[in-house]
């Protein structure tokens, strides 16, 4: 029996939206709505230091001028606490989870090893700790909670086929709550994506790595498995990564020379959609999209498209 496609949008609420979230959002939708699926909005909003409802409430609003619709949602992260931690609760009773002391200066000032995205792979630093060594250092810290790793976990990426990772090598032990408190990225993202029933998984290359631990814990809480698809990152001309701070790639900055169908189509047009960077609507490339067509390789914004 076949799933029903579900995909979703998962921005994250802390500024404007530039090219690289667009092109994500926009293979999101065009990948689900070609195979006849449904679209889930969920603002990815943990960190509520640094992100805002009104940035949510503009974000909608982009996505509608783009013409990307969503079927259910918006869900906030922020509300949704009390679910991570019945599902941190869960790992916890299957004792794969322990507290880790260790502060960010002295993980940066460790002689360990880096994973190719550049994040460090946790060596184990308070795996063994024993309940009096905890319970000392409880007393003037607040520990974070890792998740411990084991064996190897593959999958078959839609674009980028087969990717595996030994866990315990590639990427080490994992947060799955903070020490403030925040629960992980890692976490709340499988958990929600396994409630909401989401099918498949449309994101930028860079979280490729992401792949096999989500699934170690879409295991470990016994909930479906999406696919992923991953797709190529916008670089700029000189070869930088695209961020919120560059506000000339911003959407608000693009709205003022460009209208809606212009970007989508420009967007298109880098995804292999198009042979050229013609005015279309969204939906209008519903028909044409196959992951054959996006390439495999970075892609750099040739000089004036936008």
């Known amino acids: 029996m076949t799933r029903d496609i579900v995909g979703r949008f998962a921005p994250t609420p802390s500024g404007s939206m530039h090219l690289g979230n667009l092109f994500s959002c926009l293979l999101a939708w065009l990948s689900a709505r070609s195979r006849g699926g449904r679209m889930i909005l969920r603002m990815e909003n943990l960190d509520t230091q640094r992100t805002s409802i009104e940035f949510g409430e503009q974000l909608m609003r982009d996505l509608d001028f783009l013409g990307l619709d969503w079927d259910e949602g918006p869900y906030w992260q922020s509300e949704r606490g009390g679910y991570y931690q019945e599902c941190l609760d869960k790992l916890m009773a299957q004792g794969l989870v322990y507290p880790c002391f260790c502060s960010r200066a002295e993980l940066h000032a460790a002689n360990a090893p880096h994973a190719s995205d550049g994040d460090y792979i946790y060596q184990g630093a308070c795996r063994g700790l024993t309940a009096a060594q905890i319970a000392e250092k409880s007393r003037t810290r607040s520990p974070a909670m890792r998740l411990k790793v084991s064996g190897t976990v593959g999958f ?86 695209l961020s919120k701070r560059e506000a000339d790639m911003g959407l608000d900055a693009l709205r003022e020379r460009f209208s809606a169908e212009e970007i989508v189509g420009r967007l298109g047009y880098l995804a292999g959609l198009l042979d050229r960077p013609k005015p279309v609507r969204a939906r209008e490339l519903v028909q044409s999209f196959n992951w054959e067509k996006v390439p495999m390789e970075d892609i750099f914004l040739p000089e004036g498209l936008f």
Request: glycine fraction near 12%; charge should be negative.
């Open 156 to 241: 078959k990426d839609l674009h980028y086929g087969w990717y595996e990772q030994e866990l315990q090598r590639d990427c080490g032990d994992f947060l799955l709550r903070r020490s403030d408190g925040v629960f992980a990225y890692q976490l709340a993202v499988v958990a929600d994506d396994g409630a909401m029933g989401v099918t498949e998984v449309v994101r930028g290359r860079d979280l490729l790595s992401s792949g096999p631990r989500q699934l170690y814990l879409y295991r470990l809480l016994g909930l479906p498995e999406p696919e992923f698809g991953h797709i190529p990152m916008l670089l700029a001309p000189d070869g930088r990564r």
